[in-house]
């Protein structure tokens, strides 16, 4: 007998489509898979993020997109003019990823001034925010530090990766960041997490939610471990005007 049932585990994953050569009936078609398989949310490019919100209207599955991405290196000023945008296209979850420089060269007023002006926006809209620390990069001691930061914040994730870096998410990351993290601040694995048993297994260690791209073969088999009919992705594929 499982000790999860299929929505507990379909909630957990963020459809990712951010890959940078995504088509237009590549966005769409995966809208429509996440309202299939009724995932936690969808991660789109910016550009698309209102079209996504539409798709998504009354489904449960949140639409959301990233803010300073891929290296964190925007002003502060533009990440909020990106997060304000985002807000107005329907955005409920903002994935932002930190000023990386200014991680590894100890600059933690920066850090904690830039973070702040986009968290405090996006909760003053009433919607919540991923901090994406890129992992990869930082040692442990940077990592507890951005930990620290986001609970006094009050994020609402601390996030491994953008999925981009020389790596992702790794299980020893993900227990030091629940270790360091407020009770209040939940953490995403983005990055490297595949397979139903990667998503089982960070489910374990307290993790809410994982973004990936391989979301239909993880959910098909939690399905068939579960004895659950298979989902057909229905409806047309189309740009609608976009």
Same mark, same amino acid.
């Given at each position: 007998?499982?000790?999860?049932?299929?929505?507990q585990i379909s909630r957990m994953i963020d459809h990712s489509l951010l890959r940078p050569a995504s088509t237009i009936d590549e966005f769409e078609q995966g809208c429509r898979l996440a309202v299939t398989?009724?995932?936690?949310?969808?991660?789109?490019?910016?550009?698309?993020?209102?079209?996504?919100?539409?798709?998504?209207?009354?489904?449960?599955?949140?639409?959301?997109?990233?803010?300073? /991405?891929?290296?964190?290196?925007?002003?502060?000023?533009?990440?909020?003019?990106?997060?304000?945008?985002?807000?107005?296209?329907?955005?409920?979850?903002?994935?932002?990823?930190?000023?990386?420089?200014?991680?590894?060269?100890?600059?933690?007023?920066?850090?904690?001034?830039?973070?702040?002006?986009?968290?405090?926006?996006?909760?003053?809209?009433?919607?919540?925010?991923?901090?994406? /620390?890129?992992?990869?990069?930082?040692?442990?001691?940077?990592?507890?530090?951005?930990?620290?930061?986001?609970?006094?914040?009050?994020?609402?994730?601390?996030?491994?990766?953008?999925?981009?870096?020389?790596?992702?998410?790794? /299980?020893?990351?993900?227990?030091?960041?629940?270790?360091?993290?407020?009770?209040?601040?939940?953490?995403?694995?983005?990055?490297?997490?595949?397979?139903?048993?990667?998503?089982?297994?960070?489910?374990?260690?307290?993790?809410?939610?994982?973004?990936?791209?391989?979301?239909?073969?993880?959910?098909?088999?939690?399905?068939?471990?579960?004895?659950?009919?298979?989902?057909?992705?229905?409806?047309?594929?189309?740009?609608?005007?976009?």
């Amino acid at each position: 007998m499982s000790n999860y049932d299929y929505h507990q585990i379909s909630r957990m994953i963020d459809h990712s489509l951010l890959r940078p050569a995504s088509t237009i009936d590549e966005f769409e078609q995966g809208c429509r898979l996440a309202v299939t398989y009724q995932t936690g949310s969808v991660c789109i490019q910016p550009h698309y993020l209102a079209r996504c919100a539409e798709l998504l209207k009354e489904s449960g599955v949140h639409p959301s997109t990233v803010i300073g /991405f891929p290296h964190g290196g925007h002003s502060t000023s533009v990440k909020v003019a990106e997060a304000r945008q985002a807000l107005l296209d329907g955005g409920e979850e903002l994935d932002l990823v930190c000023n990386i420089s200014r991680v590894v060269s100890g600059d933690w007023d920066y850090v904690t001034t830039d973070l702040r002006a986009v968290i405090e926006l996006t909760h003053d809209a009433g919607q919540k925010v991923k901090v994406i /620390f890129e992992n990869c990069y930082l040692t442990d001691a940077q990592k507890i530090r951005l930990c620290e930061i986001c609970t006094e914040l009050q994020a609402d994730w601390v996030k491994t990766s953008t999925g981009y870096g020389t790596s992702g998410s790794t /299980f020893a990351d993900l227990q030091l960041m629940r270790q360091y993290s407020g009770p209040a601040v939940q953490v995403k694995a983005a990055g490297g997490i595949r397979d139903l048993d990667g998503v089982l297994k960070c489910r374990e260690l307290g993790i809410s939610r994982v973004g990936a791209s391989a979301t239909q073969a993880i959910l098909d088999e939690c399905r068939r471990r579960l004895n659950l009919p298979a989902l057909a992705v229905t409806g047309p594929v189309t740009s609608a005007g976009y």
